[in-house]
C-alpha cells in the first residue's frame, strides 16, 4: 500500500504491476521503468488531472500499460498521457481519455510508439490522438473517439497509424 500511485510507480520493479484501488485520485506520473499501471475492478477508477509523462531522456525504453482508467483532465491541466522519444511505449487497454485542457487527449512524439486497445477518447479540446514524428507510430484496436473539437485523430510530420482492417 502506497499513498499515492507515483510512490507505488516510483518502487515498482521492471515488469510490475501496481493495481490501484476504485476511487478518485489526482496526481502527475512519471514512468522511469517498464509498469502496468491497472484500475482495480468492482469500481471506477478515476484519475483526474493525472499526466503520464515517459520521456527517453528519463529512461531509455521507459514502457508503461495503463489498463482498465479514466483519465480525466479539467481544464487547467495539459495533456493527460505523453510518450516521448525513441523506444518510450505506452499501451492503453479499456481506458476513457477526457480531456478539456488545451491540448490533445493523448501524445505520441519523436520516435515513440502508441497501442490503444478498445479505449474511448473523448471531448478533447483539440484532438483526441496526437501523432508526431518521424518514427512515432500508434495502433488503434477497437477504439472510440467522440466530441474531440478538432478531430479524433491527428498524425503530422511522418508518423505512422496502423488501423485494423476490416
Not at 11 to 34: F, I, K, M, Q, T
Not at 64 to 86: F, I, S, Y
Request: overall charge neutral; glycine content about 10%.
Amino acid at each position: 500500500d502506497y499513498p499515492t500511485i507515483q510512490d507505488a510507480v516510483s518502487c515498482a520493479s521492471r515488469g510490475h504491476r501496481v493495481l490501484v484501488a476504485p476511487g478518485h485520485y489526482a496526481e502527475r506520473v512519471r514512468v522511469s521503468d517498464e509498469v502496468v499501471i491497472e484500475g482495480a475492478r468492482g469500481g471506477a477508477v478515476i484519475l483526474h488531472g493525472l499526466r503520464v509523462v515517459l520521456e527517453h531522456w528519463i529512461a531509455p525504453r521507459t514502457a508503461a500499460v495503463l489498463k482498465n482508467v479514466v483519465v480525466d483532465c479539467p481544464e487547467r491541466d495539459g495533456v493527460p498521457c505523453v510518450v516521448q522519444g525513441p523506444g518510450a511505449r505506452l499501451v492503453l487497454v479499456d481506458a476513457e481519455i477526457r480531456s478539456r485542457a488545451h491540448a490533445s487527449g493523448v501524445v505520441a512524439r519523436d520516435g515513440a510508439r502508441l497501442r490503444m486497445v478498445r479505449c474511448t477518447v473523448r471531448d478533447c479540446r483539440e484532438s483526441g490522438v496526437f501523432v508526431h514524428g518521424a518514427a512515432t507510430t500508434a495502433g488503434l484496436d477497437d477504439c472510440v473517439f467522440s466530441g474531440n473539437r478538432a478531430s479524433g485523430l491527428s498524425v503530422h510530420e511522418g508518423a505512422s497509424v496502423e488501423l485494423p482492417s476490416g
